[in-house]
């Protein structure tokens, strides 16, 4: 583990998938990738609380 300072430059990874298996790989992907990082499938964060209502 190395922490990102100042001297760091954050990068990001994107990946192009053609065709219809392509687009298949791709929404694999994001899903797992959504899963182990609790992001909702709109890319939102998902939050421990909830505000509004529900169905309590």
């Keep these: 583990y190395i922490?990102?300072?100042n001297n760091?430059?954050?990068r990001e990874c994107i990946r192009v998938h053609d065709g219809q298996?392509?687009?298949k790989i791709g929404n694999d992907c994001w899903e797992l990738?959504?899963?182990e990082n609790?992001?909702?499938h709109d890319?939102?964060?998902k939050?421990?609380?909830t505000?509004?209502?529900g169905d309590d």
């Design 51 to 53: 505000i509004g209502g």
């Design 33 to 35: 990738y959504s899963l």
């Design 38 to 40: 609790c992001i909702k």
């Design 21 to 23: 298996a392509g687009v």
């Design 43 to 45: 890319g939102k964060m």
């Design 47 to 49: 939050s421990d609380k």
């Design 3 to 5: 922490p990102l300072t």
């Design 8 to 10: 760091h430059i954050k």
